[in-house]
């Protein structure tokens, strides 16, 4: 598994790095982008407890540049809606033809950097690869806007929730009966 | 054989016709005792063959849904029994009807859309073969509406469906190998594919779900040996997209003009517009014609794509041999509510105003019936068949509903109590026919919706949609009805409420009974002309397929019903008595039922619960 997953991540940094500068171009001015982890170190975080390895390799050291900034949750909450996700995810982020992402299943990890990742690499079923068309300033928002909901685990937290995560997926349209 | 299929079973012969070709032997069954009584029907084309198979999942090209039919009838359905079952293995929606020819039953599940094969012969029948296609999971997450496959068809020795990844697939219906696979579009960008594929005269009729998802709707005939694309027709766009040309004679002004389904758009939006192709084709081999609708136009936001936004939930008449078209319908010009006009057309002859018309009856999502001229796309009877508020009648002269403006939807605004919602009073699940009673027998939801769509982008392979949508029960406080209707006059006869929305199939038989199952989980006999329940049988999981019947070897009759909730369904998950998912195929007959031994402490089991069952209601 290890060697099928290596040239992935030596790819993804160069387009990281791209995207860092891009990122630090736009966002000139602004301190938190100073402060975004190096790019070497993001892609060796492995997946989550399902997919990747057990062992909590440097997950726990990568923090949030946005951890704590109400700002950027609103912002990462707008975001949400003008990429798109709403529509997938859900209103609030409680599911639909994706998965919920206020629960506390999580199919590839739920620690701020896990789903960083997530949003930045794609996923198999469906999930697009954001990477290529977001900064990082952009994603690390939608984290902390999703962080806010309450369902991610702290960073160094390890949930191996299986009947969670196997129960999430795409249930047609959700009902708001009531 | 000979026998049973007389001359005069045109339908029958054209089925068998299809399936035989270039296979040197028809399968097929010798006659059987008891078979069924020939019915008027058959010969003008309505119902499923008589000699008991069920080639297509319609039935027939009609798409009645008739099964002609009778040892299971109203003075004995009440005796009904579980004769076999059959676990797919899968979770999420099961729809769709299974299909029998010779002796062999073919199901296909949802996403990953494996195929079994059937074998008939046994009193207790077992896999003949098991086909995995290994379509691309990406697709999970570019449907938006769970992971279904809502049918799938049998021509030329094959059975052919589609895979949600967007492929087209041909398998060798007797070793279950793959034959063709073609590509129909890139799932990444979004279209995933669901609909039942239909056979008409060596061309198989494939279309492409994602009115969700910013794609541009098509249909597309493909060639039934190769799997080689023939033509493919867009639902919007310039007149050569569209296959416009000097055939085109619709019968409203409104849908005439040069480039009608691109002008009818601001800009280039009908690019991105819908008008996806996932529901029903039907067929008139006199008028040769196929008739289908396209979905809801995109996005919902209708502030985005001022217009008529043609040919979106609309009904489109087409040639099958050329794609052309001949003429389409608007059902909802400009819809703001997400009423698909996919929903299957019935082709029957009525008597309306004193003269026998040739009609399409379509149960429409956003509420009304129509029964439409199938020759010239002349609306005859446009009538409400459950709650809506959104239009206060159709305009039979001008054909355009006359739109209530308190329901008119606006950016980032609710508009509260919309009925029906955008599910409609009735979804894809198909209605029936039965030309002995000269009813429709028609699934409904009865519910509204509060709305707000927000102006959205489009992002490749991201839903084009961004809408939020709260359903709730219309007045009366139940969510679901099953109605006998009458086309002719455009009134309803008689119904059977749910609590939760019915969002089964329905089956009508030369016994004159109507099948049908709830999301519940309760399949169903009701007696065709009073509505009365004559028989349930609570089953594993919730019902969203479509049942059907057939007959045995031996020329005993059964009725079938793919079972496993999922679907659109879905909006019903959170309330209670929504059942847990899982696919299973049941099959119901009559005592004595080959197999089951009297003596067999199961089989004693088995009487039991259907001592219990018919003394409920």
């Known amino acids: 598994m290890r060697s099928t997953m290596m040239p992935r991540p030596i790819l993804m940094l160069t387009f990281l790095a791209c995207a860092c500068n891009e990122g630090k171009r736009r966002s000139a001015g602004t301190e938190a982008a100073a402060e975004l982890p190096p790019a070497m170190v993001l892609a060796e975080v492995p997946l989550g407890d399902i997919a990747g390895p057990k062992e909590d390799i440097l997950r726990g050291e990568i923090h949030n540049p946005y951890e704590g900034d109400k700002a950027a949750v609103t912002e990462g909450e707008s975001y949400f809606h003008r990429m798109n996700c709403v529509a997938c995810h859900g209103y609030g982020a409680r599911g639909g033809m994706g998965p919920n992402l206020r629960d506390q299943a999580w199919r590839y990890g739920g620690t701020p950097v896990e789903i960083y990742k997530s949003i930045y690499e794609g996923r198999p079923k469906g999930m697009p690869a954001w990477g290529a068309m977001l900064p990082p300033e952009t994603i690390w928002k939608l984290v902390a806007y999703i962080n806010s909901l309450g369902g991610a685990t702290a960073p160094g937290e390890v949930l191996a929730d299986v009947e969670g995560w196997a129960s999430q997926s795409p249930k047609g349209r959700r009902n708001d009966d009531h | 054989m000979r026998k049973t299929i007389s001359t005069k079973h045109a339908l029958a012969l054209m089925a068998m016709a299809i399936w035989s070709c270039g296979r040197g032997s028809t399968p097929g069954r010798e006659a059987k005792n008891g078979s069924a009584p020939v019915t008027s029907a058959a010969a003008s084309g309505i119902g499923a063959p008589a000699d008991g198979t069920w080639p297509m999942q319609a039935g027939d090209y009609a798409n009645t849904r008739y099964s002609p039919l009778s040892q299971i009838n109203t003075s004995n359905a009440t005796q009904l029994q579980m004769a076999w079952s059959f676990s797919t293995g899968y979770t999420h929606g099961h729809e769709g009807a299974p299909l029998v020819v010779g002796t062999t039953m073919y199901i296909v599940t949802p996403f990953p859309n494996v195929a079994y094969a059937l074998d008939l012969t046994k009193s207790q029948p077992t896999l003949k073969w098991k086909f995995e296609p290994h379509p691309d999971p990406i697709a999970i997450g570019k449907a938006c509406c769970d992971i279904v496959n809502r049918g799938w068809a049998l021509a030329d020795g094959k059975l052919i469906y589609n895979l949600l990844d967007d492929h087209t697939i041909a398998v060798d219906a007797a070793s279950g190998k793959e034959v063709w696979r073609t590509e129909m579009a890139k799932v990444s960008d979004g279209p995933t594919m669901t609909m039942a594929p239909f056979v008409v005269n060596g061309k198989v009729f494939v279309g492409n779900s994602g009115g969700e998802m910013g794609v541009q709707g098509w249909l597309a005939a493909l060639d039934v040996g190769s799997g080689k694309e023939l033509w493919r ?36 939006t009908w690019k991105h517009g819908a008008g996806a192709v996932w529901g029903w084709i039907s067929y008139d081999p006199n008028l ?12 919902w936001n209708q502030d985005q794509r001022q217009g008529d936004n043609l040919f979106t939930s609309s009904v489109l008449a087409r040639d099958p041999n050329s794609g052309d078209l001949h003429w389409a319908y608007s059902f909802t010009p400009h819809d703001q509510w997400d009423y698909d006009g996919v929903n299957e057309d019935i082709l029957v002859d009525l008597p309306i105003n004193g003269q026998t018309r040739k009609v399409l009856v379509h149960f429409n999502r956003n509420g009304f019936a129509y029964t439409i001229d199938r020759a010239t796309g002349q609306v005859l009877v446009a009538q409400p068949f459950g709650y809506e508020n959104w239009a206060s009648r159709i305009d039979l002269t001008t054909g355009r509903p006359v739109v209530n403006p308190s329901m008119t939807t606006h950016p980032n605004e609710w508009t509260f109590n919309v009925c029906p919602p955008d599910i409609g009073v009735k979804d894809q699940q198909p209605a029936a026919y ?56 455009g009134k309803k006869v008689w119904g059977i409420t749910d609590q939760l929305p019915v969002y089964s199939g329905v089956l009508a038989t030369a016994g004159d009974v109507v099948f049908y199952g709830t999301v519940e989980g309760f399949f169903r006999a009701v007696d065709a002309r009073s509505g009365k329940l004559l028989w349930e049988q609570k089953l594993g999981s919730g019902i969203i397929g479509a049942p059907m019947s057939y007959l045995d070897a031996s020329g005993k009759q059964y009725v079938a019903i793919l079972a496993g909730v999922g679907g659109a369904a879905g909006v019903a998950a959170d309330l209670p008595g929504y059942p847990a998912e899982g696919g299973t195929l049941y099959a119901f007959a009559l005592p004595p039922i080959p197999g089951h031994n009297p003596n067999d402490s199961a089989a004693a089991a088995q009487s039991a619960t259907g001592a219990r069952a018919h003394t409920k209601p």
């Open chain 2, 233 to 268: 027709a867009y639902s919007t766009g310039p007149d050569s997209m569209v296959k416009i040309g000097a055939n085109y004679r619709p019968f409203y002004s409104w849908l005439r003009g040069d480039n009608v389904a691109a002008k009818s758009w601001p800009g280039d």
């Open chain 2, 288 to 299: 040769n014609l196929i008739y289908y609708g396209t979905s809801n136009p995109g996005p």
């Open chain 2, 434 to 489: 039965s030309p002995r009673t000269h009813l429709f027998y028609v699934p409904t939801q009865h519910m509204c919706m509060d709305y707000r769509a927000e102006p959205v982008s489009y992002i490749a392979g991201t839903p084009y949609w961004n809408t939020n949508v709260k359903r709730h029960p219309a007045p009366g406080g139940y969510r679901g009805e099953l109605i006998s209707w009458d086309a002719a006059t």
